[in-house]
């Protein structure tokens, strides 16, 4: 089928991403064949008795690395198997902290794309002349260090599956959206369900109203301000992106005001 979207992980832990093809959301859409996950195993394509995916850094030092030739193998394989469904060239992504920051807007080209090979590393890291041959780009979740790429595969994963058409229902793709159009990259409103007062502490009156423009307002101010407040940063680019009504500066200059009393 073209169109279709297919991440090959090569992983030591193919069991990890039960978790996305298996529960939730991704896991719906995954039984729903709306996106194909294939995981390939270095350790399958070691050849000695111990089938043995690393080994000591060269200079010494603690750890252990990964060895070229088992990535290399299990890359290969995963590159004929998309050439074999009839899936354009991919990206051979790493995941690693030294990598370009992963974010939405990644996540919304990668959602119109075919997929990709990602590759977790494990041990205290790869030999670099498997990165420097196969690897075509790096991304990164931010400045912090997991004992493998997995987790953060999957988090790519779950971020790219989510955009695809027909995978959130009716209920959920206002969720979807708010990220760029009702929110223009501003962070979300507060949210409230039942009960109206937990423990002396009520709804927001307007929430209840059932004056959809008044709700509408509501909404837009708390992001603006929980914004400001949280990630000024988030302000700024959405200022620059033309993304801001006068209504809302006019809003947010009140803010600042207030703020300087
Ligand atoms: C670990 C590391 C530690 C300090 C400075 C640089 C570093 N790079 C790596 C690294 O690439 N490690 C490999 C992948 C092997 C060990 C586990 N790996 C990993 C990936 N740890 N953390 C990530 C990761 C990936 C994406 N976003 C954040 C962290």
């Given at each position: 089928m073209s169109g279709a979207l297919r991440f090959d992980v090569v992983t030591l832990?193919?069991?990890?991403?039960d978790a996305v093809s298996e529960l939730g959301v991704t896991g719906r859409a995954h039984a729903q064949g709306r996106w194909a996950l294939h995981r390939w195993n270095p350790r399958d394509f070691t050849v000695d008795v111990h089938r043995t995916v690393d080994d000591r850094p060269y200079g010494g030092g603690p750890g252990m690395v990964m060895r070229v030739e088992p990535l290399e193998k299990a890359v290969r394989a995963a590159l004929e198997g998309r050439a074999k469904a009839g899936l354009p060239e991919t990206e051979v992504i790493l995941l690693s902290p030294q990598g370009r920051r992963f974010d939405q807007s990644i996540a919304q080209s990668m959602a119109r794309g075919s997929g990709a090979i990602l590759v977790c590393g494990r041990y205290?890291?790869?030999?670099?002349r498997f990165i420097d041959r196969w690897v075509t780009q790096e991304l990164s979740l931010g400045d912090f260090v997991l004992s493998g790429g997995e987790i953060a595969a999957m988090a790519v994963m779950d971020a790219v599956v989510?955009?695809?058409?027909?995978?959130?229902n009716d209920d959920e793709s206002a969720v979807q959206d708010s990220f760029n159009?009702?929110?223009?990259g501003l962070l979300d409103c507060p949210h409230y369900t039942r009960p109206e007062v937990y423990e002396g502490e009520a709804v927001p009156e307007v929430l209840l109203s059932g004056h959809h423009a008044n709700i509408l307002r509501w909404r837009r101010r708390q992001s603006l301000a929980v914004t400001l407040r949280k990630r000024p940063d988030l302000i700024e680019a959405a200022r620059a992106r033309g993304w801001l009504s006068r209504d809302d500066e006019k809003f947010l200059s009140d803010l600042q005001r207030e703020d300087d009393r």
């Open positions: 832990f193919g069991a990890m991403f205290e890291g790869i030999d670099q989510r955009l695809l058409p027909g995978v959130l159009e009702h929110l223009s």
